[in-house]
């Protein structure tokens, strides 16, 4: 225990130093050259390994070595903590071994070595500080995490975007045919696919267990090369029971956001800082924390997009919703994030509840914000077991979702949000590609 010990504490890592360390210790760094400055006597190195977006000043005295050193080498150090004239603690060397190397430019057109990037390692710090925000909030509010599963029986969304699982091996199939199941079926007995969704699965469990959550990966099926898409995503998906009003289900939801956007500024200002700076997005802010946000209905934000039509690239299709151009409008139009409530029932989903005043409406939401578009989707969900089973397009193999209605049946509500698109929203990254670790996408499926 000693040796792995003395093992583990061998080197320091770049954010502990300030808080640990006093001037005149010795100690070893590892991290990634980020820039080079060769002066007559001495030669200045800024590394990172990763754990803060501040980089650390190691001063080596000139010689031949150094000469082959440049950004992308990973190195080891030992020397002296000692103080710069303008503040900051720096290292001056003893020793310093190169690791490794690999070009800037080489390292972000490979997945298993972008994360020596700057950007990288910030966004992926964001990641971790945003997860840990979100859990935190709903533990404060009294919400359970489930890990809805993976693998699943049913296409929430009912678009048909899905990926069928089944084994690889048409031997171990064929041992476990079945004479009245498709072979390749048979392992499961059924058709499987990879979620699109875990909203089902989280209704299930609040039905038994009040407010429940979970982030977790879905997949999509889609011919789609936007920056806005990927085959496989997060989502955090929240269900609240007891709830029947949709303007209630929208605060929940704009105080969940700014909560915990906060939190994340106060946590990680110097990583949203380096982001937002490498990001050349005209008026990029986030002023929309200050704003109240307003609700619309469908009606009232068509008769927005209709009146002024001519601004648009994409047509003005009533029957399909807003294109992306058209919600960005109504962002800018409102001067703020909207809210977009009571939907056509043809164009929703099968589970959303259908308005008693209006039957051609549903009580769903869409939330729109600055820079994505629209980041949340929502509704009241259908409570009434006959209003489900006459419902067009509800499909097979759901009775199971039936008999919650039946047996304690209780008013509930939900949404959905997309995680890479609010990491999006914070840090003003163009490509949604950019703030995922391993993104898959059509025609990408990298390591």
């Given amino acids: 225990m000693l040796l792995m010990k003395r093992f583990c504490c061998g080197f320091q890592r770049i954010i502990a130093i300030t808080k640990t360390r006093q001037p005149g210790d010795t100690l070893e760094v590892r991290g990634w050259i980020k820039s080079v400055r060769r002066l007559k006597n ?13 980089k650390f000043q190691i001063v080596v005295p000139k010689s031949e070595q150094l000469k082959t050193i440049s950004a992308g080498n990973l190195v080891k150090v030992v020397g002296q903590l000692q103080v710069a004239p303008q503040g900051h603690y720096e290292l001056h060397a003893n020793s310093l071994e190169t690791i490794g190397q690999h070009d800037p430019e080489y390292v972000r057109e490979y997945l298993h070595l972008r994360s020596r990037t700057s950007c990288t390692a910030a966004i992926m710090r964001l990641r971790h500080k945003a997860q840990m925000a979100l859990h ?9 995490h489930i890990n809805t ?4 029986t049913n296409d929430c969304e009912g678009a048909g975007e899905v990926f069928t699982v ?10 476990m045919s079945r004479p009245s199941v498709p072979l390749n079926q048979s392992y499961f007995d059924s058709k499987v696919y990879l979620s699109v969704s875990g909203q089902l699965h989280l209704e299930s469990m609040s039905y038994g267990l009040g407010n429940t959550y979970t982030i977790s990966p879905a997949f999509r099926a889609e011919n789609c090369k936007s920056p806005l898409h990927l085959s496989e995503f997060y989502m955090f998906e929240a269900e609240l029971v007891f709830i029947e009003n949709l303007e209630e289900l929208c605060r929940f939801i704009e105080k969940m956001i700014k909560s915990v ?3 994340i500024l106060k946590s990680s200002e110097a990583d949203i800082q380096y982001c937002q700076n490498q990001t050349v997005r005209e008026n990029f802010n986030l002023e929309w924390l200050r704003d ?5 209905s469908y009606n009232e934000a068509s008769d927005i997009i209709l009146r002024n039509k001519e601004k648009f690239k994409t047509a003005v ?7 992306k151009e058209q919600e960005l409008f109504l962002v800018d139009y409102c001067k703020a994030p909207v809210f977009v409530v009571n939907w056509p029932a043809a164009q929703k989903p099968f589970y959303m509840k259908i308005s008693r005043e209006d039957p051609s409406k549903v009580h769903a939401l869409d939330l729109l914000m600055p820079v994505v578009a629209e980041l949340c989707g929502g509704s009241l969900r259908e409570c009434d077991v006959n209003r489900l089973q006459e419902h067009p397009h509800f499909p097979e193999g759901l009775e199971w979702y039936l008999e919650l209605r039946k047996f304690g049946g209780l008013p509930t509500g939900g949404f959905g949000m997309g995680f890479e698109r609010f990491l999006q929203l914070l840090t003003g990254v163009k490509n949604i590609r950019d703030v995922i670790p391993f993104p898959r996408y059509p025609h990408s499926c990298k390591m």
């Fill in 136 to 144: 935190e909030f709903m533990d404060k509010h009294d919400f359970i």
């Fill in 166 to 175: 089944q084994p690889d091996s048409n031997e171990l199939l064929k041992q």
């Fill in 42 to 54: 001495n030669v200045f190195f800024d590394i990172s390994d990763g754990s803060t977006m501040q």
């Fill in 149 to 152: 599963p993976i693998l699943t």
């Fill in 317 to 323: 299709k009533s029957n399909e919703g807003f294109s």
């Fill in 261 to 263: 956007t906060n939190d």
């Fill in 292 to 296: 109240a946000w307003p609700i619309l």
